[in-house]
């Protein structure tokens, strides 16, 4: 069965930009996938713990050795990785914070980036372990970093995001980006009118069958 995880990362709710452009493209893969299955981590709702170093530890422990408070030391990680690797497809609704991802979304990252689970040692060398998969990033930003703008050097957000969806193997990845979502919180323009060409622009990442 196609499986699609669908992770939001950001704490505004229905107010929310990034929400609204995953949620869209949430419906469209249904439609496109009606036997599909899609399952749903909010990250702002239920935000992962910080790793420490009772997690570290448990992390590099062989399975077979680990104690049973190490084992739940990784429950958490594990249950993520295990959605990881469930799905054939990833979409991402990401608020940039800071010129970066939110923080949730990076608590994630630590959580599902496991050496001998999603990367393994090969040669020396990390080779990622999620074979086959897409991943699709859908970002808000108050204001414009695309290609050629003189804030472009200021997004650390998909470029993160990629190198590290392809550290884990999931190199087939696309972006879209929402930005210039200042308007919406300063009141100079309302937020249906501002989402209306952004999920146009996500409908068209599902092309009609020719
Ligand atoms: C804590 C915080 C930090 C932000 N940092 C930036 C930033 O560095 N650059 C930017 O362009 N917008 C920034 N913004 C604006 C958000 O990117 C913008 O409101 C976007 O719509 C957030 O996505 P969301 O609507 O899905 O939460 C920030 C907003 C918040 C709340």
Redesign the pocket.
Request: hydrophobic share 35%; glycine share 14%.
């Given at each position: 069965m196609p499986t699609l995880l669908h992770i939001d990362s950001?704490?505004?709710g229905d107010?929310?930009?990034?929400?609204h452009l995953s949620e869209e493209f949430v419906q469209n893969w249904q439609r496109r996938h009606p036997d599909g299955k899609v399952i749903t981590r909010d990250l702002s709702a239920n935000p992962p713990p910080v790793i420490t170093a009772g997690w570290i530890g448990a992390s590099f422990t062989p399975e077979e050795a680990r104690t049973p408070e190490q084992r739940d030391t990784l429950a958490v990680s594990d249950e993520l990785i295990a959605e990881l690797e469930a799905a054939d497809e990833y979409v991402i609704?990401v608020?940039?914070?800071?010129?970066t991802i939110a923080s949730v979304l990076r608590l994630w990252i630590d959580q599902v980036a496991r050496a001998g689970k999603t990367f393994a040692y090969v040669d020396g060398r990390p080779v990622g372990q999620l074979k086959g998969k897409k991943a699709t990033f859908l970002v808000?930003?108050?204001?414009v970093y695309g290609p050629g703008t003189a804030t472009a050097s200021y997004n650390f957000v998909e470029p993160y995001l990629r190198t590290f969806f392809g550290f884990l193997g999931v190199t087939d990845a696309q972006s879209y980006a929402a930005g210039g979502?200042?308007v919406v919180?300063h009141g100079e323009v309302d937020r249906e009118t501002f989402l209306h060409p952004h999920l146009a622009a996500v409908q068209q990442l599902f092309p009609a069958a020719a």
């Open positions: 950001s704490p505004l107010a929310s930009i990034s929400r609704g608020p940039m914070h800071n010129f808000a930003s108050g204001g979502a200042s919180n």
